[in-house]
């Protein structure tokens, strides 16, 4: 079921968001108003168009809102995983979308003072820096120890020999 509300919605959302289909809806209105005096703006014709326009978008609220909340959710995740793959990037950030709004309006005072204080942005850069220079030289570290260890763990113990006596 919801697979197809999915596919439906998809479909739909891209066909009604054709010029073909803006206007035909433009055709319909049209030919709506030009039967206005046909029907003596009655009451009734005026009822058909208002349901209808009413019927229409209260329908269309929920495709779009669908459409919009995969487009939504899928962009989060291609920014996740960007923020995760580049180098230098805090990924503390991954996931803000799921914070409260007061503590996301905190994070957008942050950026907008680092925006204004070029000295902040600065330091910031070269803490980054020192940051992965440190993080490069423990990886360095690291391989070198495993290395040492890997020539430790081949090397053969010296052969004890035993005499008796």
């Not at 220079?133 to 423990?138: A, N, S, Y």
Request: no cysteine.
């Amino acid at each position: 079921m919801k697979n197809a509300f999915r596919i439906a919605a998809n479909r739909i959302s891209i066909w009604t968001g054709t010029a073909s289909t803006f206007l035909g809806a433009i055709l319909i209105v049209l030919i709506w108003a030009a039967t206005g005096p046909l029907f003596h703006y009655s009451d009734t014709w005026q009822l058909v168009i208002n349901t209808s326009t009413t019927i229409v978008t209260f329908l269309m609220v929920f495709l779009i809102q669908n459409t919009q909340n995969r487009d939504g959710k899928a962009v989060q995740l291609k920014l996740d995983e960007l923020i995760r793959a580049t180098k230098g990037a805090r990924n503390t950030y991954v996931g803000l979308e799921d914070l409260l709004d007061s503590d996301i309006e905190e994070i957008e005072k942050e950026f907008k003072l680092l925006v204004q204080n070029p000295k902040t942005v600065e330091a910031l850069d070269k803490l980054h820096k020192k940051i992965e220079q440190e993080k490069t030289r423990r990886i360095g570290l690291r391989e070198a120890a495993s290395h040492m260890l890997h020539i430790t763990q081949t090397v053969e113990p010296p052969v004890k020999i035993h005499h008796d006596k």
